[in-house]
């Protein structure tokens, strides 16, 4: 048990954290996919929680958090394996299920919660992905010395929608592998404005972080599910974009649901105009194969904002990235 700022922080097993998980899910505000329309308010914090308890095979850690008048919350921190590989430093997500409105019932947490990260993991990195509607927790990861690096809203286009009409001067289609060296070299060229230009820890990273993205695409090159779209864009039958996502993981509480999410898309400096093609092509693809497609866009990223909005996209809350170097 870790103890301090008048909050509790306490390990406990995953039927444990299940159970709990459970007696607070009902009143949770914030699920992921509450305003997707693809699921009731019940079925959507089902999905949410069984996501949250889920991923056996990861080493995940439960804690049961207690503050202030009775309040109690959930606690996940999961290692993550390929990061930590890959960066050669120990690095961790942290996660938080509560159902608390008092501004005053998590007084302490951060305080708790920072000398509990130090004593049970030494030393390493800590991210946190918070819902833009969710003051408290980030209130209290602010508290425990996290900074903020991101925020990016989700945008949805649901598979009833029908795709606005486009007309563009660029070719959007499936990737083939002869694509391959005009995909990298576009890579190349990119400097990705996000978390990891923003955070001083990943400065001395730089190579790593394209190394990251290079293993990202080629991962999405070789997929084999057909669903899964993975595209390129043509200006004059050469290649001047990438862009691809895939189906997310949805527990069983889905009931056979599918999104189309974890995109990916960057495009050469002469064809910033690439975008809509793709976003386009991705409507048209999400109407035969999946219920829903979830696209993010950083909100100071108007341009990408204007084209998801003109293209039918409706924004479904956001999330704040945030990390700790402890």
């Keep these: 048990m870790f103890k301090k700022g008048g909050c509790e922080i306490t390990v406990v097993d995953r039927l444990r954290a299940r159970n709990v998980g459970w007696d607070l899910i009902n009143k949770y505000q914030y699920s992921h996919f509450r305003l997707h329309k693809i699921f009731n308010k019940c ?3 089902r999905v949410h929680l069984e996501s949250f308890i889920s991923d056996e095979e990861q080493q995940n850690h439960f804690f049961i958090v207690k503050g202030r008048a009775g309040a109690t919350g959930l606690l996940k921190l999961n ?3 390929w990061d930590t590989l890959h960066f050669c430093q120990p690095m961790y997500r942290i996660s938080f299920i509560h159902n608390e409105t008092n501004n005053l019932a998590w007084e302490g947490l951060g305080e708790c919660m920072l000398a509990m990260l130090i004593s049970f993991l030494g030393e390493g990195y800590v991210d946190a992905a918070v819902d833009h509607d969710d003051y408290l927790w ?6 425990a010395g996290f900074r903020l690096y991101d925020s990016k ?3 949805v286009f649901r598979a009833h929608q029908r795709p606005v009409d486009l007309r563009a001067p660029f070719l959007c289609r499936d990737f083939l592998p002869e694509d391959m060296d005009s995909v990298f070299g576009i890579l190349k060229e990119i400097n990705f404005a996000a978390k990891f230009s923003r955070d001083p820890f990943f400065d001395g990273r730089k190579e790593k972080v394209k190394a990251m993205y290079e293993s990202w695409v080629r991962g999405l090159m070789s997929r084999n599910n057909c669903d899964d779209p993975v595209l390129v864009v043509e200006r004059n039958t050469h290649v001047v974009a990438f862009g691809a996502g895939e189906k997310l993981f949805l527990p069983p509480a889905a009931e056979g ?3 189309c999410g974890n995109s990916l898309f960057f495009c050469s400096g002469s064809a910033a ?6 976003v386009h092509h991705l409507t048209t693809h999400t109407r035969k194969n999946f219920d829903a497609l979830e696209l993010v866009a950083s909100i100071t990223n108007y341009p990408a904002i204007r084209v998801l909005e003109r293209l039918g996209l409706q924004i479904a809350a956001g999330v704040h990235s945030l990390a700790i170097k402890l």
């Design 273 to 278: 105009g690439s975008y809509p093609a793709l």
């Design 138 to 143: 980030l209130n209290v990861l602010f508290d």
């Design 79 to 81: 290692r993550l394996d």
């Design 257 to 259: 649901k599918s999104v």
């Design 153 to 155: 809203n989700r945008y």
């Design 43 to 45: 079925g959507a914090q």
